[in-house]
């Protein structure tokens, strides 16, 4: 079994980023490692080049860090209801991991943050979910056995970690909010322990 599970988001004004580094502390907490991974801003201008290594931050992620890892968190702001084109534009390229069943049977969950309450927070969790489905993981939503998803004024949802940014471009997650990344990591990890030993 691999040791490490891939977080792999996109995030535009860093909160996207703070959730995945928390979901990254909960990963670690249960003894797995977590690879935080990134995917380029794509442009339609003939003109764009995106540098192949970011100038700083996480690492842009590889299509052999799918097969390495035993379990992924996917993480994205939410575009009109949906992931991220970027996002979006890395998963279509995945069609060889789809075909040799590189993630069939790897936990899976998602994560994502919004500027306002009704943006489309659920419906950007099911969209990432979808490719996910296509390629066989297992996926682990939060169980209302966590009470901050009964408290939560801000983020929080039963299909994954949420983050609610009042509007601004804030990156500063509430303690609910905290509390559920964290809880997220830690049971994507234990499920990945437990998948590991079947």
């Known amino acids: 079994m691999s040791d490490h599970i891939l977080v792999l988001y996109y995030s535009r004004n860093g909160a996207t980023k703070a959730m995945a580094n928390r979901i990254a502390q909960g990963i670690e907490s249960k003894g797995m490692q977590a690879k935080l991974r990134t995917v380029p801003d794509i442009s339609d201008g003939i003109e764009f080049k995106q540098p192949s290594v970011p100038e700083d931050g996480d690492l842009f992620v590889q299509q052999a860090d799918l097969k390495a890892c035993a379990g992924l968190a996917l993480g994205s702001p939410t575009r009109f209801g949906n992931m991220a084109a970027p996002l979006k534009y890395f998963l279509d390229s995945t069609s060889s991991q789809w075909l040799s069943g590189a993630l069939v049977d790897k936990p899976a969950s998602v994560f994502t943050s919004t500027g306002s309450m009704h943006g489309g927070q659920e419906s950007t969790l099911l969209s990432m979910m979808i490719p996910l489905l296509h390629h066989g993981m297992v996926l682990a939503g939060l169980p209302y056995t966590h009470p901050e998803l009964h408290s939560t004024t801000t983020g929080g949802s039963p299909y994954g970690a949420t983050h609610y940014a ?4 804030s990156s500063k997650l509430s303690d609910d909010e905290r509390a559920l990344c964290f809880a997220q990591g830690q049971r994507l ?7 590991a030993t079947q």
């Open 189 to 195: 990890a234990v499920i990945a322990q437990k998948l």
């Open 166 to 169: 009042h509007g601004e471009k």
